[in-house]
């Protein structure tokens, strides 16, 4: 049977630094991740969920997402979500 990730329940706040609101929602992933709060395969929140449960723009959320996806920090498959990527940690 396969291994089912956990959907990881994100909690932050995100402070107003002046970079766009994409890269301080990916940077907190990042720090969440090296801190450990986070691991490889976990599976994030879907970005409307996430967009709701931080009152910003699902939009902004999808961003942040494509931005982790690029630095090699997730993965996104389609009807599977995104999760952490291997090497990430």
Known sequence: ???VAPVVHLT???PDTGAPLRQRLAEAVVDRIRCGHIRVGD???STRTLAAELGVSRGCVVEAYDELCASGF???R???????????D
């Open 78 to 88: 389609a009807g599977s979500g995104t999760r952490i990527a291997a090497g990430a």
């Open 74 to 76: 997730a993965v996104a």
């Open 43 to 45: 599976l994030l929140p």
């Open 12 to 14: 932050f706040e995100l």
């Open 1 to 3: 049977m396969p291994r």
